[in-house]
């Protein structure tokens, strides 16, 4: 009775996957009926163009953000109070190239370095009697030094030794490190006054005057104003074209201003994120037409030619090198070789002469679609 039973089951089960098989392929064959039904019935109206090659200008237009070509910190390398210089310490303020920018308070420095001096010219008042009897020769070239030497002025160049007995004495007799302590010292007297290294202003100010500032201690931060850089992220693809010297024209998003400027580098490595190198583009302001760090340009590089080319509107192509042209009345999907992506249109080739592309975006259209072309007016 069990296997009766069993046999039953088995054949109801291969019954009942028959007939889900046949219900499905029924199904199926309806739904590619339905489908191929509407696409006969949709009816598009579309635009196209001949496919016509020829020589067209590729222009690279992109955004870059501009920086100074020299952004450095004004930092302090002695001790001592920071005093007024001839530029106010603040935020925004512009100096030229020369400006006493800071000093740093002095006084001590200097009458140390005046009591080295001192005690230096003592030194060669000593041993003048000893050169005059042991090298009368060299007599008149020590006296001239001793009296061109000035408390308050650098010191002269030391005169050279005409023998390897005479620079023995000196040596012996410590001139020689006096004199390099005192030119030492006279270097770092010059710390003390921080003088601008070119034209620029402010950014930011960390000590204020009347503030103590130690060795290394950071005072502001200065930009140089009259030599500004375009960093302009551009596409691999692209960037092959631009070389270092070309000229480009760089002007404000609404293109009311322009300047011309100079490709001065490009970057060797690319950044991951958008797969695309920086060009540096050298600019100059002008008095009616400044520039400020961190604004946004627009810079168009010199046009390249493309022979055996067309250009359609870039929204005409979709899933990135995929346009439709009409075959027979109806929808065709080809792939281009795009050789050029502009901010609205796209340079191509690929498709045979004479072919009929769309030139419009089409909404929920499928290839097999009854395409109808309208007439140009």
């Given amino acids: ?166 620079k023995i004495f000196l040596a012996s007799r410590n001139i020689l490190n006096d004199y390099f302590s005192i030119k030492s010292s006279e270097v770092r007297l010059s710390k003390y006054a921080l003088y601008a290294p070119f034209d620029g202003s402010y950014t930011k100010v960390y000590l204020e005057p009347g503030s103590v500032a130690n060795p290394g201690s950071r005072i502001a931060s200065m930009i140089r104003t009259d030599k500004l850089e375009l960093e302009v992220p551009v596409r691999i693809d692209d960037a092959y074209w631009i070389n270092i010297g070309d000229r480009v024209q760089v002007s404000t998003k609404d293109r009311n201003i322009s300047w011309t400027g100079t490709v001065v580098r490009k970057s060797d490595f690319m950044d991951p994120a958008n797969q695309a190198i920086t060009v540096y583009i050298a600019l100059s302001p002008g008095k009616e037409k400044p520039l400020f760090q961190g604004q946004y340009l627009l810079a168009e590089f010199a046009a390249k030619t493309l022979a055996g080319s067309m250009v359609i509107p870039r929204n005409a192509v979709f899933e990135t090198n995929k346009v439709y042209i009409v075959v027979e009345g109806k929808l065709k999907k080809e792939e281009i070789e795009v050789l050029k992506t502009n901010e609205t249109s796209v340079i191509f080739s690929g498709l045979p002469p004479g072919a009929d592309i769309v030139v419009e975006p089409l909404v929920n259209a499928k290839e097999g679609f009854n395409a109808e072309i309208l007439k140009q007016p």
Avoid at 35 to 46: A, H, N, P, S
Avoid at 108 to 124: D, H, P, T, V, W
């Fill in 1 to 166: 009775m069990n296997w009766r039973k069993s046999l039953i089951t088995i054949v109801i089960l291969v019954i009942l996957f028959i007939l889900s098989a046949l219900l499905y392929m029924v199904f199926a064959g309806m739904e590619e009926q339905t489908e191929d039904k509407q696409r006969e019935e949709i009816k598009l109206f579309v635009k196209t163009d001949k496919v016509t090659y020829s020589t067209n200008q590729a222009k690279i237009v992109e955004t870059g953000r501009l920086s100074s070509q020299h952004s450095v910190d004004l930092s302090a390398e002695v001790q001592g109070e920071i005093l007024p210089g001839h530029v106010t310490l603040q935020e925004g303020t512009k100096f030229k190239k020369g400006d006493l920018l800071v000093r740093i308070f002095d006084e001590e420095a200097q009458n140390n370095l005046k009591a080295s001096k001192s005690r230096f010219l003592n030194a060669i008042a000593g041993i003048l009697p000893d050169i005059k009897i042991d090298y009368p020769g060299s007599y008149r070239k020590y006296e001239d030094f001793f009296n061109s030497v000035k408390i308050n002025e650098p010191l002269p160049p030391l005169p050279e030794a005409d023998s390897d007995a005479e």
